[in-house]
């Protein structure tokens, strides 16, 4: 099981883009790195999933270097709304997901 | 709403009660897990079922008992618990056992063991 290491918080000016990092160093080949947003008393909601190079969807991009010993959530122009603890999660194909204690991010007016 | 529909959200039960939690999800999703997120920790994954069939475990205390009548419903029966299982508890359904769609998560059950 891949373990993430992730900053414990970070703060961020709303409007700003916001860069997340995760370090995932035993990446194995079949592993992709999928991120989630966890609102308290929520479940957490999937942001993004890619393998390599650069992802993009609606709400998010996902960088992954090609070692993909890392990879850095991007979130364009960060609103109130995103205040919330953001996970990196590398996951096997067992169906287990590791989390970690998350990055939690304040968004300042 | 996610399409998983977890029920209750909150329940506070005694140590001798005999309650359960119910999860529900129309997405078609083939697998279902339960996981447990106590306060300051990490989430935990507690029980995973693929195609109704228990596949992984934990090492979850038996007074936790989980149920997968059919792939759209699990359940986990409680009993004779402890303050220190005081937690949310989250139901979660993805396509396969991979994940490699994503998970997609209730909102959870919010116990209190008194």
């Known amino acids: 099981l891949a373990k993430t290491t992730q900053p414990i918080s970070m703060d961020s000016y709303e409007g700003q883009e916001v860069n997340i990092t995760c370090s995932h160093n035993?990446?194995?080949?079949?592993?992709?790195i999928t991120w989630y947003q966890q609102f308290p008393s929520q479940g957490p909601r999937f942001i993004i999933q890619?393998?390599?190079t650069k992802v993009t969807n609606e709400v998010a991009s996902l960088f992954i270097p090609a070692d993909r010993k890392s990879s850095t959530l991007s979130l364009p122009r960060v609103s109130l709304s995103d205040t919330a603890v953001y996970y990196c999660?590398?996951?096997?194909?067992?169906?287990?997901?590791?989390f970690g204690k998350g990055n939690q991010v304040v968004v300042i007016p | 709403e996610t399409g998983v529909t977890q029920t209750p959200r909150h329940l506070v039960m005694g140590m001798t009660n005999k309650k359960s939690l119910k999860c529900e999800q129309h997405?078609?999703?083939?697998?279902m897990y339960w996981y447990k997120q106590s306060a300051k920790k990490p989430l935990e994954l507690m029980f995973v079922?693929?195609?109704?069939?228990?596949?992984e475990n934990n090492s979850v205390p038996s007074r936790f008992s989980p149920e997968c009548p059919n792939s759209s419903h699990l359940f986990l029966h409680l009993h004779t618990l402890q303050p220190e299982d005081s937690a949310l508890y989250l139901c979660?359904?993805?396509?396969?056992?991979?994940?490699?769609?994503?998970?997609?998560f209730g909102s959870g059950t919010r116990l209190t063991v008194v």
């Open positions: 979660a359904s993805s396509q396969d056992r991979g994940g490699r769609l994503g998970y997609t």
């Open positions: 035993n990446i194995a080949t079949n592993d992709y």
């Open positions: 890619g393998y390599k």
């Open positions: 999660l590398v996951g096997a194909l067992l169906g287990r997901l590791a």
């Open positions: 997405l078609g999703h083939n697998a």
């Open positions: 079922y693929s195609l109704e069939e228990r596949v």
